[in-house]
């Protein structure tokens, strides 16, 4: 059973779909070169491109370095530039 939390989510609904459908994975001819799995597009540091604005939105959204944490497990995403 799903439920969905009715309370206040600071995190937009589309980015949250963007941030599960594009995921990286690693091309069989690529030499360990990552891909979007949804879009195709070259993985960079911060994802594909709509991945990257997704994030970037989602920075812009949050303030809370609580909250930044419990994205960064939950996306895997590093805020501390790129890696
Ligand atoms: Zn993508």
């Known amino acids: 059973m799903v439920s969905f939390s009715v309370r206040h989510d600071p995190v937009p609904a589309s980015v949250k779909i963007d941030l599960e459908l594009h995921r990286p994975y690693r091309t069989w001819f690529g030499l360990g070169r990552l891909r979007c799995e949804?879009?195709?597009?070259?993985?960079?540091?911060?994802?594909?491109?709509?991945?990257?604005?997704?994030?970037?939105?989602?920075?812009?959204?949050?303030?809370?370095?609580?909250l930044r944490d419990v994205l960064t497990t939950l996306i895997g995403f590093s805020w501390g530039g790129a890696a």
């Not at 879009?39 to 609580?66: E, F, M, T």
């Open 38 to 66: 949804w879009c195709n597009h070259k993985w960079g540091a911060h994802g594909c491109p709509q991945r990257r604005s997704a994030v970037k939105l989602l920075a812009s959204k949050i303030n809370s370095d609580s």
